[in-house]
């Protein structure tokens, strides 16, 4: 008869025969399925041999199959991660894990299944005492001898502890540190391991901070601010002196230039320098990878309701969970409905959101997914102030300079259908399509020319409607193999990419309509809208058909050396086709030229990691920019290209990441506009350098912290001769600011009631390109206080923001081909929400 072992676990006592059952104490909240409550889980491991028991793995095996998401981090987080998840007791020692990672998992399986995954070259093995209980131990151990004291010995108490395992996809997180990011790599790969420089903001400073635009959140990165958006219809940004153009993504996936809603968003990773590499022509800046939510398993449903200065108001609706009773099939539905008015007068805008996706697990190998949104927007654009002399015009900040019937109107269209399918526990191939479609017309009159005066603004017309369409497809093979004592992980991918406008309307913008305003003393209403529209159907005179086409062929492969040098290596091809033709009586007429370009990119980076908290890397990089347009012949520019240099340091203490970078960043064939003709003529090289630091995470279990800090040197390093004659070399690039930092925190007073507060802090900037005028430093202030009810298992959150509490007067960069365009910063606003979880 076996002997009998008592082994005591707090204040329980578990008998056991042959064997120690040392299960892992985890607390789950029944508020938040999702997580383990507290900010450490404390796992009481008692250890012992086995000397009689032998491997029982049939009732793992046959379990059936559950989902895991489980991301690269330590093998020790990983292991807690998988045995919260499947219910599975594991008995090792702290030694046995220590100094070991883990690449994750992410799929539907059995529990034996993801152990396998987790545990691939770790050089761990484990053996089943029963059907719910596993030891693991290193292979090179022999199994110790029985002690003589019965069939088993207990070796003393450990207690092993660590932060909880972060979810990605958990709608409960209050993370501001985020230890894995797919946008560099197209895997996911620790950001403590990939040598380039990303960032990532979380779902949970969005909602600390009420971000309901992309830029709001953005702000929180160092390097990256507001940049010429043409109105407030679309999002602009500039990242390490470049605008990015289009260099949105939605999922990996290439997006129209549109403004984005952030009420399906989980997070934004923002990718730094040059990314051509593995997403095709691109602005070399950066790039934006905007990550929506997912189906969950577990139900989830909130519903949020905020509202605001300048008539705010704002509904969204979040649900997700199982379609059938065995979570084979996943869905998620977010709506949103905006309607806003403006401290800027005349201004409104209207939106209607739904984003529906579906998760289908075929089996524990395959996966399909299928994501749409609409959104509808309608409103009034907004075309800020002029500058006078070098400052904007000291007008009242309330006061636009247009016509209170100018309206706009966006129909935005996305499908995206994405699968994957496992071979085996090394092996993946990913698919994805993408397809886009935008219908925009725009009625606006918008300011030409601010006479000498500088008060007589003469007004021009932009009666304009836009359809344009895009398509893309994605191939990806993912694989993880060793060889010559290296640990590799590849991409092997292609990607298509297709892109189609036709643009007609009537378009006198660059030529007075007759009608002038006085920006002192506006008096509106002279401006004939009938006989515009009238205009615009018989007598268009702007048609403007721009196309474009590629095909890319990319390989990387990621090398492990000694578990502390990593090397990654790739590079693309690229095959471009740029069509573009315009003309003034019609779209048969269009004279279209074609032009194409070959180029190979490579990338390379370095990474050595002495301790399992610092990073130190270095990365080089070439790339291929987007189609550069027409000159004033018709006839296609030279396409951007780009080099970068980084060098870094990254650390993580658990509960904090960190991460410093200097780069040199150059551009070749850039465009600037001159102002005197508002044509667009070769500028020649322009250089970015700097020194970007950013800080997330928490300090303690109460206090979370994010924040950044940008010196920005961006100046035109050789100049052509513009037709206006002016000398741009040596000149800074317009509305990069040379010094930019952010810093907000939040502290939880108790586990109901938190405050936080921020400042935002931008240095002068030039407002264009010949440095005529310039955009004034500023500093912001904002500051929330929420309060959580709980109410049975579900929760009612109630919240006020107050931003730029101290209402002062700022601008944000605008377009830099004209002095007339400048966006003026919001005052003071306060906006309150209530959210109700369950």
Known sequence: MPTQHEFQFGNHTAATGNRCMAPAEFEFSPKNPYRKTGSTLTITLLTATLALSAPVAGALAAEAPREYTIPAQSLNSALMAFAAASGVELIFTADTVRGLSSKGLSGRMTPEQALNRLLAGSGIDYRFVDGRTVTLERKASPVPASSGAGDAFALGKVTVSADAVYDPNDPYSKDYAVPNATTATKTDTPIMETPVSIQVVPRAVMDDQQAIRVEDAIKNVSGVIPGASDGNYMDAFIVRGFDIGNNTYRNGYRTQRQQSETANLQRLEILKGAAAMLYGRIQPGGLLNLVTKQPLETPYYAVQQQFGSYDLYRTTLDATGPVLDDKSLLYRFNIAYQNTNSFRDFISTERIFVAPSLTWNVTSDTQFNLNLEYKHDWG????????????????????????????????????????????????????????????????????????????????????????????????????????????????????????????????????????????????????????????????????????????????????????????????????????????????????KTATRNERFSPRVGILYQPWSWLSLYGNYVESLGSSN????????????????????????????????????????????????????????????????????????????????????????????????????????????????????????????????????????????????????????????????FDIGKNRLTAQINVNNILDMEYYKSGQTWTRLRIPVGEPLMVLGSLRLEF
Request: hydrophobic share 35%.
């Open 380 to 591: 009034v654009d907004d075309y800020g102030v002029p500058a006078v002399g070098k400052r904007p015009a000291p007008i009242p900040i309330s006061r636009r300079l247009g016509q209170p019937q100018e309206n706009f109107e966006n129909d935005l269209l996305l499908i995206n259908f994405n699968a994957s399918h496992a071979f085996n526990e090394n092996w993946k191939l990913r698919l994805g399509v993408n397809a886009n479609s935008n219908e925009f017309s725009q009625e606006d009159i918008p300011p030409r020319i601010l006479e000498a005066d500088n008060r007589t603004l003469q007004q021009g017309a932009w009666f304009m409607d836009i359809s344009e369409s895009s398509r893309g497809v994605n191939l990806d093979l993912v694989g993880n193999f060793q060889a010559l004592g290296m640990d590799h992980s590849v991409l092997f991918g292609g990607d298509y990419y297709s892109y189609e406008q036709k643009s007609g309307g009537y378009a006198n913008r660059y030529q007075p309509i007759g009608s002038a305003i006085d920006i002192n003393n506006p008096v509106y209403g002279g401006v004939d809208f009938r006989r515009l529209r009238s205009l615009k159907r018989s007598s268009s005179d702007f048609f403007y058909t721009p196309e474009e086409e590629w095909f890319g062929l990319y390989f990387q492969d990621d090398i492990t050396l000694f578990d502390k040098l990593h090397i990654l290596g790739g590079g693309r091809y690229d095959w471009a086709t740029t069509i573009a033709g315009f003309s003034n009586t019609s779209f048969d007429a269009v004279n």
């Open 629 to 788: 347009g027409l000159n004033i012949s018709n006839k296609p520019f030279d396409p951007q290209t780009a080099t970068q240099y980084e060098v870094g340091i990254k650390a993580e203490w658990n509960r904090i990441m960190a991460s410093l970078a200097y780069y040199h960043l150059t551009k070749d064939n850039l465009l600037t506009t001159n102002l005197s003709t508002g044509v667009n003529e070769p500028l020649g090289e322009a250089r970015s350098q700097g020194i970007e630091l950013d800080v997330s995470g928490k300090i303690t279990d109460q206090l979370h912290v994010i924040a950044s800090y940008a010196f920005t040197d961006a100046r035109v390093t050789k100049s052509n001769d513009l037709s206006g004659g002016t000398a741009l070399e040596g000149r800074r690039l317009p509305h990069v600011p040379e010094h930019q930092a952010s810093f907000w925190v939040k502290y939880s007073i108790t586990d109901q009631f938190s405050i936080g507060s921020g400042v935002y802090l931008v240095s002068q900037r030039e407002g264009d390109t010949t440095g005529s005028f310039q955009l004034p430093g500023y500093a912001r202030w904002d500051a929330m206080a929420a309060y959580r």
